[in-house]
C-alpha cells in the first residue's frame, strides 16, 4: 500500500531528527541525483552487440536546476552538485534571491555553472548576493531548459501554499508553452538526430501544486518522475494534480511516520495496490455453498436503457459471488438472462445491493424526467434502500442492513442520512447535482477542480461512503480515504461504471457482515473493487480501446491473478 501522509505530520516527523542533526539534506539529495543518473542512463540507452538495448553513459548529458529558496531548493543544488561529480554539465538557474547558500556553494565547488534569472527589461539590475553570477533572462532560461538532457524542478517545497510567483511564475509559464508547442519535426536537429524533449524531475513535489489537497492553483511544470522524500504527500495521489507528478519515487530519509502511538492516527491518503487486493479477496472453501459466498440483489436498467443491467449483473457473475439476482421490468430482465443465464430473475435474501445504474434520476418531486417511475424501478430502489439501513419498515430481502452501491438514479432517491455501509458512486457530474442538492454551491467544473474536498464534503452530509469515479478514483469513507489510479484512459468510456458497479456490489456481498460492523472498511472494499476495474481494463486490451462488456470479461482473470499472488 502506498501511504501519502500531510505536510503537518511530515514536518512533525522531520522536526526531532533536525533537532538531533541528523543530515536529511544528504541523504535526500544523493539520494535525487543517484534517481536522476539512472533516468537519464535509461534515456540515452544504447542498442548493444546482441540487439538488445543498455543503459547509456550519463557523462556529458545536462541538466538544469530551476532553484527556488529554502531547503527545497538546496537539496536540488546539493544534487546538481554529485550530478557535476558523475560527469553531467549542470547549470542552475537561480529564480528566487533567497536560494540556499551551502547548496550553491556546493554545486560551484563541484563545477556547477549558475546564472541568475533577471527581468527580461535587461540591465543588471543591483549587485548580486550569489557572488554576481551570470544574469539570464526567461528565453534564455528556458532555452537551456529545453535543450537539457533533464530538467530538476527545485522551485518549491511542501513549506509552499498557493501558485508560483514572480520571476519563477514567468519561468514556468514559458517553460511550458514552449515544451507543449514543440512537434515531432522540432525535435530532429539538422543533422537528422533526434533530440527527445527533457526528462522532468520534481524534487518533492511539483512546484505549485496543493500538496495536501492535490488543487492546481496556477501553472505547474507536469514531471515525468516525482522524487519525494521520507513518504509520498497526498498532492502526488489526488486529481487533478496527481496528473502533474508523472512516476512516483520515495526516498527513505529516516521519519518515523505511524510509528508513534501518540502520533497521527493514519496517513492523510491510501493507495491499494494489487497484493493488497489479493491478501483481501474472498475465497470460497470447501464448506461454502452459494448462499453463504455472497448474494448480490441487483436493480438496474430500464427499457430504455436495457444494456445497463446487462452490464452490472455481467461484472457480478464474474466477479465470483454466489449469486446474483435482479429485479427490474419483464423485457429486461429477459435481455439480462439472455446474456447472462446464471441470473436469478426473482427476488429473495441478499447479502449485498447494487442499485441505480441505467436508471433514470427521479425529478425534486419524485417523478422521473420522462415517466412517473420507468418500469417501477424507483420504487423497487427506494424499497432496496430501506431495506439495506435495515429499516424495519423496508422490504426483508437481507434480514438487516446489507451493504449497498448506490450509483446513477439511485442517487436521487437517497434519505436525507445514509449509513456509512452505503457507497455512493458518482461521477463529478452527478456528484455536483448531489450536492446542490443539499445545499452546496458547486457545478461539475468545481467538483473536477477541487475534487478531495467535494467528496469529503459529500461524505459529511450524506454519511455515506463515496466513491468518485475519474481517472483516479478517489473513495472518502470514515477516516478513511483511498485515491486509486489504476485503470488506463481508454477506460472513459459508456458503460464502464456500470461494470464497476457490478464488481463493487459482489465485493460487499463477500464481506457483508464485516461492513456492516466495520464501517471503516468499506472504503477499503470500494478502493479495492476499483483497482480490478482498472486492471480488468488493462487486461482487455493492452494499450487500446475497449468496451465496457470486454472489462467485464477480464475480471476473472485478474481476480484470479491477485488471488494467485497474495
Same mark, same amino acid.
Given at each position: 500500500?502506498?501511504?501519502?501522509?500531510?505536510?503537518?505530520?511530515?514536518?512533525?516527523?522531520?522536526?526531532?531528527?533536525?533537532?538531533?542533526?541528523?543530515? /536529511?539534506?544528504?541523504?535526500?539529495?544523493?539520494? /535525487?541525483?543517484?534517481?536522476?543518473?539512472?533516468?537519464?542512463?535509461?534515456?540515452?540507452?544504447?542498442?548493444?552487440?546482441?540487439?538488445?538495448?543498455?543503459? !547509456?553513459?550519463?557523462?556529458?548529458? =545536462?541538466?538544469? %536546476?530551476?532553484? +527556488?529558496?529554502?531547503?527545497?531548493?538546496?537539496?536540488?543544488?546539493?544534487?546538481?552538485?554529485?550530478?557535476?561529480?558523475?560527469?553531467?554539465?549542470?547549470?542552475?538557474?537561480?529564480?528566487?534571491?533567497?536560494?540556499?547558500?551551502?547548496?550553491?556553494?556546493?554545486?560551484?565547488?563541484?563545477?556547477? =555553472?549558475?546564472?541568475?534569472?533577471?527581468?527580461?527589461?535587461?540591465?543588471?539590475?543591483?549587485?548580486?548576493?550569489?557572488?554576481?553570477?551570470?544574469?539570464?533572462?526567461?528565453?534564455?532560461?528556458?532555452?537551456?531548459?529545453?535543450?537539457?538532457?533533464?530538467?530538476?524542478?527545485?522551485?518549491?517545497?511542501?513549506?509552499?501554499?498557493?501558485?508560483?510567483?514572480?520571476?519563477?511564475?514567468?519561468?514556468?509559464?514559458?517553460?511550458?508553452?514552449?515544451?507543449?508547442?514543440?512537434?515531432?519535426?522540432?525535435?530532429?536537429?539538422?543533422?537528422?538526430?533526434?533530440?527527445?524533449?527533457?526528462?522532468?524531475?520534481?524534487?518533492?513535489?511539483?512546484?505549485?501544486?496543493?500538496?495536501?489537497?492535490?488543487?492546481?492553483?496556477?501553472?505547474?511544470?507536469?514531471?515525468? #518522475?516525482?522524487?519525494?522524500? !521520507?513518504?509520498?504527500?497526498?498532492?502526488?495521489?489526488?486529481?487533478?494534480?496527481?496528473?502533474?507528478?508523472?512516476?512516483?519515487?520515495?526516498?527513505?530519509?529516516?521519519?518515523?511516520?505511524?510509528?508513534?502511538?501518540?502520533?497521527?492516527?493514519?496517513?492523510?491518503? =491510501?493507495?491499494?495496490?494489487?497484493?493488497?487486493?489479493?491478501?483481501?479477496?474472498?475465497?470460497?472453501?470447501?464448506?461454502?455453498?452459494?448462499?453463504?459466498?455472497?448474494?448480490?440483489?441487483?436493480?438496474?436498467?430500464?427499457?430504455?436503457?436495457?444494456?445497463?443491467?446487462?452490464?452490472?449483473?455481467?461484472?457480478?457473475? *464474474?466477479?465470483?459471488?454466489?449469486?446474483?439476482?435482479?429485479? !427490474?421490468?419483464?423485457?429486461?430482465?429477459?435481455?439480462? %438472462?439472455?446474456?447472462?443465464?446464471?441470473?436469478?430473475?426473482?427476488?429473495? *435474501?441478499?447479502?449485498?445491493?447494487?442499485?441505480?445504474?441505467?436508471?433514470?434520476?427521479?425529478?425534486?418531486?419524485?417523478?422521473?424526467?420522462?415517466?412517473?417511475?420507468?418500469?417501477?424501478?424507483?420504487? =423497487?430502489?427506494?424499497?432496496?434502500?430501506?431495506?439495506?439501513?435495515?429499516?424495519?419498515?423496508?422490504?426483508?430481502?437481507?434480514?438487516?442492513?446489507?451493504?449497498?452501491?448506490?450509483?446513477?438514479?439511485? @442517487?436521487?432517491?437517497?434519505?436525507? #442520512?445514509?449509513?456509512?455501509?452505503?457507497?455512493?458512486?458518482?461521477?463529478?457530474?452527478?456528484?455536483?447535482?448531489?450536492?446542490?442538492?443539499?445545499?452546496?454551491?458547486?457545478?461539475?467544473?468545481?467538483?473536477?477542480?477541487?475534487?478531495?474536498?467535494?467528496?469529503?464534503?459529500?461524505?459529511? /452530509?450524506?454519511?455515506?461512503?463515496?466513491?468518485?469515479?475519474?481517472?483516479?478514483?478517489?473513495?472518502?469513507?470514515?477516516?478513511?480515504?483511498?485515491?486509486?489510479?489504476?485503470?488506463?484512459?481508454?477506460?472513459?468510456?459508456?458503460?464502464? !461504471?456500470?461494470?464497476?458497479?457490478?464488481? /463493487?456490489?459482489?465485493?460487499?456481498?463477500?464481506?457483508?457482515?464485516?461492513?456492516?460492523?466495520?464501517?471503516?472498511?468499506?472504503?477499503?472494499?470500494?478502493?479495492?473493487?476499483?483497482?480490478?476495474?482498472?486492471?480488468?481494463?488493462?487486461?482487455?486490451?493492452?494499450?487500446?480501446?475497449?468496451?465496457? @462488456?470486454?472489462?467485464?470479461?477480464?475480471?476473472? +482473470?485478474?481476480?484470479?491473478?491477485?488471488?494467485?499472488?497474495?
Amino acid at each position: 500500500m502506498i501511504e501519502a501522509w500531510s505536510v503537518a505530520d511530515v514536518r512533525a516527523a522531520e522536526h526531532p531528527l533536525l533537532a538531533a542533526g541528523d543530515p /536529511l539534506m544528504e541523504r535526500a539529495s544523493f539520494a /535525487l541525483a543517484t534517481i536522476v543518473a539512472r533516468d537519464v542512463a535509461r534515456r540515452r540507452s544504447v542498442v548493444g552487440p546482441d540487439g538488445g538495448r543498455r543503459d !547509456g553513459r550519463v557523462t556529458g548529458a =545536462r541538466a538544469v %536546476l530551476l532553484v +527556488g529558496p529554502g531547503n527545497n531548493g538546496g537539496d536540488t543544488l546539493f544534487a546538481g552538485a554529485h550530478l557535476v561529480r558523475r560527469g553531467m554539465g549542470v547549470l542552475a538557474v537561480l529564480a528566487s534571491e533567497h536560494v540556499h547558500g551551502g547548496g550553491l556553494a556546493a554545486l560551484r565547488r563541484a563545477g556547477g =555553472r549558475v546564472v541568475e534569472l533577471v527581468p527580461e527589461s535587461g540591465g543588471e539590475g543591483g549587485a548580486s548576493r550569489w557572488g554576481d553570477p551570470d544574469p539570464a533572462t526567461v528565453e534564455d532560461a528556458v532555452s537551456r531548459a529545453v535543450g537539457a538532457d533533464v530538467v530538476l524542478d527545485g522551485l518549491l517545497g511542501i513549506g509552499a501554499s498557493g501558485a508560483l510567483r514572480g520571476p519563477a511564475a514567468v519561468l514556468v509559464r514559458r517553460l511550458v508553452e514552449v515544451l507543449g508547442a514543440r512537434t515531432d519535426r522540432d525535435e530532429r536537429g539538422g543533422d537528422g538526430s533526434v533530440r527527445s524533449r527533457p526528462w522532468v524531475v520534481a524534487v518533492d513535489v511539483p512546484s505549485g501544486i496543493g500538496v495536501d489537497d492535490g488543487t492546481l492553483p496556477g501553472t505547474v511544470l507536469r514531471a515525468d #518522475r516525482t522524487v519525494t522524500f !521520507g513518504a509520498a504527500k497526498p498532492g502526488l495521489l489526488v486529481p487533478p494534480a496527481a496528473g502533474a507528478a508523472g512516476h512516483g519515487a520515495v526516498v527513505e530519509i529516516g521519519l518515523a511516520l505511524g510509528a508513534d502511538p501518540a502520533g497521527p492516527p493514519g496517513p492523510a491518503v =491510501r493507495r491499494l495496490e494489487a497484493r493488497d487486493v489479493g491478501r483481501l479477496w474472498t475465497v470460497p472453501g470447501p464448506e461454502d455453498q452459494k448462499y453463504t459466498r455472497g448474494v448480490l440483489g441487483v436493480v438496474a436498467g430500464t427499457p430504455t436503457f436495457p444494456g445497463a443491467a446487462v452490464l452490472v449483473t455481467s461484472a457480478a457473475v *464474474r466477479t465470483g459471488p454466489g449469486m446474483v439476482r435482479y429485479q !427490474g421490468p419483464d423485457d429486461v430482465a429477459r435481455a439480462v %438472462l439472455a446474456a447472462r443465464p446464471e441470473v436469478v430473475p426473482a427476488s429473495g *435474501r441478499v447479502q449485498a445491493w447494487a442499485l441505480g445504474s441505467g436508471v433514470p434520476a427521479a425529478a425534486a418531486g419524485g417523478a422521473g424526467h420522462d415517466e412517473p417511475d420507468p418500469g417501477g424501478q424507483h420504487a =423497487r430502489i427506494r424499497a432496496a434502500l430501506a431495506d439495506a439501513a435495515g429499516d424495519p419498515g423496508g422490504a426483508t430481502s437481507s434480514g438487516g442492513p446489507v451493504p449497498t452501491v448506490v450509483d446513477a438514479g439511485a @442517487l436521487s432517491l437517497l434519505p436525507d #442520512r445514509c449509513p456509512p455501509w452505503f457507497v455512493l458512486t458518482p461521477h463529478a457530474g452527478e456528484l455536483a447535482t448531489l450536492l446542490q442538492g443539499r445545499g452546496e454551491a458547486v457545478d461539475r467544473p468545481g467538483v473536477e477542480a477541487e475534487p478531495l474536498r467535494w467528496a469529503r464534503r459529500a461524505h459529511e /452530509l450524506t454519511g455515506a461512503t463515496v466513491l468518485l469515479k475519474g481517472s483516479v478514483t478517489l473513495v472518502v469513507g470514515p477516516a478513511r480515504v483511498y485515491a486509486q489510479a489504476d485503470a488506463p484512459a481508454w477506460l472513459a468510456t459508456a458503460g464502464a !461504471g456500470d461494470v464497476l458497479t457490478g464488481i /463493487l456490489g459482489v465485493v460487499l456481498a463477500g464481506h457483508a457482515a464485516r461492513a456492516v460492523a466495520e464501517p471503516g472498511s468499506v472504503a477499503e472494499l470500494a478502493a479495492a473493487a476499483a483497482l480490478v476495474h482498472g486492471l480488468a481494463a488493462e487486461r482487455a486490451n493492452p494499450g487500446g480501446p475497449i468496451s465496457a @462488456l470486454d472489462v467485464a470479461a477480464a475480471v476473472p +482473470g485478474v481476480v484470479c491473478e491477485l488471488v494467485a499472488a497474495r
